[in-house]
């Protein structure tokens, strides 16, 4: 065998320590992964172009043909040569290793033991103040050793003054003044924000929110010139396309579902938060309630947990018990997504959404709020994301297009698509919530999003799947094309991608591909019927949803779609020894996303030992 690191030394990390020498490593021109332009404040008016530094993701698949599944981290810490490390102890002395900064200058933010690999996220920092957008992560396979390294990393060519000469509270009336909305309270932090010219400007972080106009922003205000530098945006938004009425599909039957909780995933139920136990629509992973405010939960209706609460769908949501069905459903939909999820490894190590967490790990006290009927928007619904520990927000909206209106909480769909995005925004990144920030990786959410919402319609067929067909009416759905395996259904491509501007545009070219990988996985592994509660067994369904989840914790920080596909090739090697490499690299391929793809131009290659 020949040996991995004089393989991977030269790929790896001579491209690093390129990439990093320069004062300037990126390109100053436009990037779909680098920048974000931001149309800012309640009435979206100001404009702001947010940077981010180009991450890289390497990954152990491209070595695979030699026989190497990663790298040897640091054989000097091993007091043993079997010894398995513990990632904690040697990411900072790897990291300093490979990228050439010192270790004092990197803060480990989060260790997560995954079943397939452990991952540790880390953030640069100076003086002791971390870099908000130069970040890492490392990942540890179960042989112990490296397999993944992602990094925006810098050598900035200076930095300011740790000490801020502007207060917080100056800061935050600049940031309320320019954002349009007021600091919620959360607490406030100082962190440096790498500018495009490669200088490090310190900022106050500040939270500010806007109810009325739907708003809520993380703001990075200069602590030494008060000017607004940089935004995290916690929200996904979802502006669809808006498409003509003409008929209106049957309704699906309604059921009564008995005892669904799981209690592996949420061992008290869902209605008991640390003792308290209640008989609402209210719990340790969510609360669902009918408008803007905590009250007006649904109620059982006997004095056991009965939530049966009749729904004619002739007549407005506002009317009869509509409203506390609509409640019971988006309450259901989102405990359920929180209980399979949890199977498959979105726990409280990994960020998830929970009051208690049961001393398991991540932050408590940020269950997921439900707002139905939410008056806030219309023909829509969004998710906040903000950091582990502060609760999500769901904002469900009536669509006040058709008559009667169609309530967004009865469509599991779209519930299921804004559920994603609190996952996947927890999970990229360590728990941030700030790595979907750059143009291209807000598409990549976007993809994440539909694609989860297909997994959880599709029975034991790979049958095409129109997101939104209720909420939109038409035989595409809220999308241009149906997700299909055909390409006359759906034509979209990697190089689809150029010219895209629009997040869900941009998703669905994701999403599709995605729909083919689930296709040629059922096909080819079969389709279990216990998915949801089995997380064990090989069907093509269960890998599906375990590359999916792995995927999300091991790509970078604002990921483009090849990371995001790298990521779910390096995510079977991890769990699965690359079973299932050559399916993936060939699926991949089939839509423009082959291993020599670049720059939204289209490959069908596959790696060479895949040709069949
Ligand atoms: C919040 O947004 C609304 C418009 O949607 C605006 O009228 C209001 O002034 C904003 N609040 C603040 C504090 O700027
Ligand atoms: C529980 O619900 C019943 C109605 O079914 C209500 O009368 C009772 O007061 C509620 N109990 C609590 C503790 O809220
Ligand atoms: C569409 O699929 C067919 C059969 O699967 C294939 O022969 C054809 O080349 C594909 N067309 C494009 C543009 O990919
Ligand atoms: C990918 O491109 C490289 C050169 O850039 C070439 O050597 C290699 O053969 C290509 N791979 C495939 C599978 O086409
Ligand atoms: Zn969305």
């Not at 009336?173 to 200088?199: D, I, M, R």
């Not at 792995?550 to 920080?557: G, I, K, N, R, V």
């Not at 670049?598 to 030992?609: K, M």
Request: with cysteine; net charge negative.
């Amino acid at each position: 065998m020949v040996s991995f690191a004089k393989l991977l030394a030269p790929a790896l990390f001579a491209f690093l320590s390129v990439r990093t020498a320069s004062a300037t490593p990126w390109p100053s021109t436009f990037h779909h992964n680098t920048h974000r332009t931001h149309y800012l404040g309640a009435d979206r008016s100001l404009k702001l172009e947010a940077f981010h530094p180009e991450s890289i993701f390497e990954a152990s698949i491209y070595f695979f043909r030699f026989g190497v599944e990663g790298v040897d981290p640091l054989p000097t810490y091993r007091r043993h040569p079997r010894d398995i490390l513990n990632l904690g102890d040697i990411a900072l002395p790897f990291l300093e290793s490979k990228l050439g900064i010192s270790k004092d200058n990197i803060l480990l933010r989060a260790i997560v033991q995954g079943e397939a690999a452990q991952y540790a996220f880390l953030a640069q920092k100076i003086n002791g103040i971390p870099i908000a957008n130069a970040v890492a992560s490392i990942t540890l396979n179960g042989n112990g050793k490296i397999s993944s390294l992602s990094s925006s990393f810098v050598k900035p060519s200076g930095s300011a003054d740790v000490n801020p000469s502007i207060s917080v509270d100056d800061a935050t009336a600049t940031a309320e003044k320019a954002l349009k909305g007021t600091y919620n309270g959360h607490k406030t932090t100082l962190e440096f924000v790498v500018q495009p010219s490669g200088y490090a400007a310190l900022s106050h972080v500040i939270q500010i929110q806007n109810d009325t106009a739907g708003t809520w922003y993380e703001a990075f205000i200069d602590a030494h010139d008060n000017t607004l530098l940089s935004v995290t945006d916690f929200v996904a938004r979802a502006s669809y396309r808006v498409l003509p009425i003409h008929e209106l599909d049957p309704t699906q039957g309604f059921q009564t579902i008995i005892d669904p909780q799981d209690m592996t995933a949420s061992p008290n139920g869902w209605h008991q938060e640390f003792s308290t136990t209640t008989n609402l629509t209210a719990g340790n992973n969510a609360i669902a309630y009918k408008g803007s405010q905590l009250i007006n939960v649904a109620v059982q209706t006997s004095d056991v947990l009965n939530f049966i609460y009749d729904v004619d769908l002739t007549k407005d949501p506002s009317s009869g018990t509509n409203v506390q069905a609509a409640t019971t459903n988006a309450f259901y939909v989102v405990n359920t997504f929180h209980d399979f999820t949890y199977k498959y490894g979105f726990t409280e190590t990994t960020f998830n959404f929970q009051t208690n967490n049961f001393n398991k790990g991540g932050e408590g006290f940020d269950r997921i709020l439900v707002s139905v009927q939410d008056d806030y928007g219309i023909n829509d619904a969004v998710f906040f994301t903000p950091p582990d520990g502060q609760s999500g927000k769901m904002q469900l909206y009536l669509y006040v297009k058709f008559s009667p209106r169609l309530d967004s909480a009865l469509q599991n769909d779209l519930v299921i698509h804004e559920c994603q995005h609190g996952a996947s925004n927890r999970m990229t990144g360590g728990g941030t919530a700030r790595c979907f920030q750059t143009s291209e990786s807000a598409g990549v959410a976007e993809g994440y999003a539909d694609a989860m919402a297909d997994w959880f319609s599709q029975g034991g067929t790979t049958a095409d799947f129109v997101f939104g067909r209720d909420a939109s009416k038409s035989s595409t759905g809220l999308r241009k094309y149906a997700y299909s395996t055909s390409n006359v259904t759906n034509p979209l491509r990697y190089s689809s991608l150029k010219g895209m501007t629009d997040a869900h545009d941009m998703g669905s070219v994701w999403a599709n591909t995605l729909h083919n990988v689930y296709a040629a996985l059922v096909i080819a592994k079969g389709w279990s019927t216990n998915a949801l509660t089995d997380p064990t067994t090989n069907e093509g369904n269960v890998v599906w949803l375990h590359l999916f989840i792995d995927a999300l914790l091991l790509q970078p920080c604002n990921p483009t779609f090849l990371n995001a596909r790298d990521a779910w090739i390096q995510a079977d090697a991890n769990r699965y020894g690359g079973a299932h490499t050559c399916l993936l690299w060939v699926t991949f391929a089939s839509r423009g996303f082959g291993v020599n793809a670049t720059d939204l131009v289209d490959d069908v290659s596959f790696p060479p030992d895949c040709d069949c």
